[in-house]
């Protein structure tokens, strides 16, 4: 049986959807949370969920391995013997992952975090219940990768949103209740995960569909670990990048430095919603196509992305300031507005990038960007500690913005593409610029709001022209045409 494949578009709007909902209910929430338990107590929450999203790299990158293989399997026994060996497999992984976090966890916010001495009984109580969330990660990954396999991407997305609903509001209810510590939370947050798995599983097993008894197949493991070792390495050392500026943050600063950097850095990453939108709708069909199509489909993306993004970047750029002024009041916003900015600036040259990183993981090339964050770990955490130590949460947001830079060259250059990019995102460095130095003036409002008018429609008329007329109905078909070709030779 093959799998329908719904048009790129519709696939990515259904994956952006399922991204924006959760952050609707994110905006409403923050404001609550900073208000109902303090900027501290928040931060160390922050924290807490931080070291989450690296012990997810227990998973040992089975979630996208999964993707790649039943993506390209025929038969539903195939993609079973598949399933159930990397749902085992990471399974028993996120247990060590969990029992590694338990005790690792005690010694991070007992000796190393910064925070008030009350709060230091309240982290070390909750350090169970977080160590029990790493099991449901991990799991989560290889549910989510068989239906993203099966472009079943309205399921991925409702169950993804019931679980990150569950784990922003379920703690903010439980300090409704009058249960507001830090253990309370974190047993909130791990109730709304597991809403999210049980969901996911049984959306799993009707896309799948299952059949049989979950076994581990030794046919399957081989496979698996070396697509998914490589990724499992890239899945322990990209998590590391992401979440080491929190870390030194905390470690130097403390847990009301965290919020601040922490509230703006998540804003801003509303943004990488579109790329990763279309990064999950590309990677099943990037592995099915045959060379020559995926590279001219990956080409055509690229044009898109920039030149939808680019708008977005700039609208965001000039009304960062404002809008943080109206959601969490002046004092924090200007702080965190400089913080979002240069965190957009990253966002904006790494955005485009995107279907480059999901093409080299389809094509069965995961190493080649595992090797490159293994070398930019050293010098990244030298810069990123220097710059914390000089600037404090505004260094850190320079130091992300240069490693988002350093990715994009490299996964643009990795996949023949540099030339290309430079060459799309040059046409739009006048753009940027224009929006940030008028967030510097200090001129009438009125004159604000008519400059940064002109400047959104030049930007959004200038970068339509970007997209020749062929781009549109390639990107919609090209797929299509590549499987459909594929599927006449039987791969």
């Known amino acids: 049986m093959t799998t329908p494949h719904p048009r790129i578009a519709r696939s990515t709007l259904i994956n952006l959807a399922g991204l924006l909902i959760p952050t609707l209910v994110s905006l409403a929430t923050v404001p609550l949370y900073l ?3 303090g900027e501290v107590r928040y931060g160390v929450l922050l924290l807490a969920f931080s070291l989450l999203g690296y012990f997810g790299a227990f998973d040992l990158g089975l979630g996208r391995a999964v993707a790649q293989r039943i993506a390209r399997q025929e038969n539903d026994e195939e993609r ?3 399933f159930w060996t990397a749902f085992l497999l990471s399974a ?3 247990i060590l992952g969990g029992i590694i976090l338990f005790f690792l966890g005690h010694w991070l916010f007992s000796d190393i975090f910064q925070m008030p001495i009350m709060l230091h009984a309240e982290a070390q109580k909750a350090i169970p219940w ?5 099991p449901l990660i991990a799991l989560i990954s290889v549910l989510a990768g068989t239906l993203e396999a099966r472009q079943a991407f309205v399921s991925l997305n409702v169950s993804q ?3 990150v609903i569950g784990l922003q509001t379920l703690p903010l209810l439980s300090v409704a209740l009058g249960r507001g510590s830090i253990a309370a939370l974190i047993a909130a947050a791990l109730v709304g995960r597991l809403m999210g798995v049980i969901v996911m599983f049984w959306l799993t097993a009707r896309k799948l569909p299952f059949s049989g008894w979950p076994a581990l197949h030794r046919a399957e493991i081989g496979p698996l670990l070396r697509f998914g070792g490589w990724v499992s390495i890239s899945g322990a050392v990209t998590p590391l990048l992401t979440i080491i500026d929190r870390i030194i943050i905390g470690a130097q600063l403390g847990a009301a430095a965290v919020t601040a950097y922490t509230v703006p850095f998540n804003l801003s990453q509303r943004l990488t919603y579109l790329p990763y939108a279309l990064n999950t709708t590309l990677f099943p069909r990037f592995s099915k196509a045959q060379e020559e199509d995926a590279k001219g489909l990956l080409r055509q993306a690229v044009t898109v992305l920039t030149a939808i993004q680019t708008p977005f970047i700039v609208l965001a750029i000039l009304l960062m300031h404002p809008f943080l002024f109206l959601w969490i009041g002046e004092t924090l916003a200007a702080k965190m507005a400089p913080i979002a900015i240069i965190i957009l600036l990253g966002i904006w040259i790494n955005g485009p990038s995107y279907p480059c990183y999901a093409f080299l993981q389809a094509t069965g090339r995961p190493d080649i960007m595992t090797k490159f964050y293994i070398i930019q770990l050293i ?4 810069a990123l500690w220097l710059l914390i ?9 320079v130091a992300w913005s240069l490693r988002m830079l350093a990715d994009a060259i490299a996964w643009f250059s990795a996949s023949d593409g540099l030339v ?7 046409r739009t460095i006048p753009l940027v610029i224009t929006a940030i130095f008028l967030t510097t003036l200090n001129s009438n409002r009125y004159l604000f709001i008519l400059f940064s008018g002109l400047l959104i429609f030049t930007t959004t008329y200038l970068c339509l022209r970007m997209i020749p007329h062929s781009s549109i109905s390639k990107i919609l078909i090209i797929n299509n045409f590549a499987i459909s070709r594929r599927d006449k030779k039987n791969y």
């Open 35 to 37: 208000r109902w338990i």
């Open 80 to 82: 079973n013997r598949t």
């Open 92 to 94: 028993g992984m996120g």
């Open 130 to 134: 977080l160590a029990a969330i790493v």
């Open 161 to 163: 949103i019931i679980g």
């Open 379 to 382: 010098p990244f955490l030298i």
């Open 389 to 397: 130590e000089w600037h404090g949460i505004y260094g850190a947001a």
């Open 420 to 426: 290309n990019a430079l060459k799309l995102i040059s």
